[in-house]
């Protein structure tokens, strides 16, 4: 491999970088673990490193696009390093990759975590040698799948836990499918040895996460029981559930998050993708706008304050001027309190990219910004819901003020006016909320004894 240099003395130095998704940050902790046991020194991505590790992201054509730019960029700025791609678009654009050149190892995703001793001789850490490759490859494919590693490494304060991997929904617009394969599940009892683990190093709060997290299934324990044994697991911290779509398995969810709500965060981040019935058959998104209102209405009721969060694809093909005013007016009526907003991009090899009506980029950037405008009336509405009530923020960060920043369990980011002065991060504070600081940002003062 042209690009690779010798390994000095000292340990080999590896820096990681997780484009898009949170399932692509928890990967990047497992992969980071992985290299420490190896005998690798992890160092920050902008350092100097022998081995640069990339997890990639093609959701979208903008998205390959940004890990071509980031390759060739780390490329120019390390020539004598190893680089190594993996994720899903080293997965969907392999053949692409390995005549490309810029990187000088291309890894899919079921060997992501089985490839240390395809390195270079002479950067392959002694550790790696006795590392199965082909059995942690085909272990990754089974619907029951299992980590050696903890995401993360040492770091605290939150931790990305990948429970799930792989869809079947195929909605038109989406590749995922082709990158991740059909869904599988981590074995229940690897689940929970991982996050004893994190506990153990310091971890305050738990991030549960996949690519359908809600179709977790391990021999017949679903997301449900899931969460139920987690939150009866001993110690000062608490759980979080990443994006969910809606379904059958949300009502359990629920349920199990109203059974501990000391535990639990109250926030669930439930995608829409539009809000007209014909875009949503186009887009294969298996409910109409009312079973998503129907479900979002009943979580709201038995979770009273649920912070509700969603996503939403602008300018989608057949999205006339009339049917976006329409589904504007029905969003208004959900009780979200904050969006994510995607302009559509036409992703080679999905059906929606063929799909006649396709809309202008300048039109769908005006639909962006319009329902951006909508998404900070929600947050500005659902943050005044909250003032005057405490919160428990885990600190995180100071501000430019010495100010401490961290995040409730709402999902709020709160700044603490005046945390007590043996604060430090990684500390749950009682918060009373005072002001609205704009979006999901409210700033508040210490309510501890």
Known sequence: MPHSAAVPPAAPRAALFALGCRLNQAEIGLLADQLRQAGFRIVAWEEPAELLVINSCTVTAAAAAKTRNLVRRTRRRFPEACIVLTGCDATVAAEQWAADGAPDLVVANPEKHAWLDRLPARLRPPAAESQNSGAAAAAAREPGFRFPGVAGGREKTRANLKIQEGCDVHCSYCIIPAARGRPRSREFADTLRE??????????????????????????????ELLAALAALPGEFRLRVSSLEPGPILPAVVAVMAAHPARICPHLHLPLQAAD???????????????????????????????????????????????????????????????????????PGTLAATLPGQIPAGECRERVRTLEAQGERFAQSYVASRLGQTVQVLTESRDGAGRWRGTSEQFLEVTVLDAPADTAANRFLPVRLERALGGRAAGGRYAGG
């Open 195 to 224: 996050v004893r683990t994190l506990l153990e190093r310091g971890a305050r709060e738990i991030v549960l996460t996949g690519i359908n997290t809600g179709l977790y299934d391990s021999g017949g324990k679903r997301l449900p």
């Open 277 to 347: 019935d014909r875009i949503l058959r186009l887009m294969r998104r298996p409910y109409t706008f009312a079973e998503y209102a129907q479900q979002v209405a009943a979580a709201i009721r038995r979770l009273p304050g649920l912070c509700l969060g969603s996503d939403l694809i602008a300018g989608f093909p057949g999205e006339t001027a009339e049917l976006f005013a329409a589904g504007l007016e029905k969003l208004r009526q959900l009780p979200l309190a904050y969006l994510h907003v995607f302009s559509f991009s036409p992703r």
